[in-house]
């Protein structure tokens, strides 16, 4: 079982920046492929950014060069830091573990870009 505590997010202008964290407990963090999803109202969740055990990162064209994801595994978190965000950004993140079949969510944190 594996227990993901999101936080960071707030209202900001548009073209400021947010970091978001994912803090993880429960298990080995450091086998689990973690990801940043996002969902906007009247919308379905979509992928904003994935990072591998081994460190290999995958983002949604809509955040490339704006988006960047990382993980500390000595601290068990992993962060998606946005800049130059944009109104469209505006949506729930939520923080996922995925290894082998075993996938978690955290109840996310709202972002909100004003323009």
């Known amino acids: 079982q594996v227990r993901l505590v999101e936080s960071g997010g707030g209202l900001v202008q548009a073209g400021g920046s947010l970091r978001l964290s994912c803090a993880a407990s429960?298990?080995?963090?450091?086998?689990?492929?973690m990801g940043w999803y996002r969902q906007a109202p009247g919308k379905q969740r979509e992928l904003a950014a994935i990072?591998?055990?081994?460190?290999?990162?995958t983002y949604a064209d809509s955040v490339k060069g704006r988006f960047t994801i990382s993980r500390d595994n000595a601290k068990n978190t992993v962060y998606l830091q946005m800049n130059s965000l944009k109104p469209e950004d505006t949506a729930v993140y939520y923080c996922n573990a995925l290894n082998q079949g075993y996938n978690y969510w955290g109840q996310g944190t709202q972002v909100t870009v004003s323009s």
């Open positions: 990072i591998t055990s081994g460190g290999s990162t």
């Open positions: 429960g298990s080995i963090f450091s086998i689990y492929s």
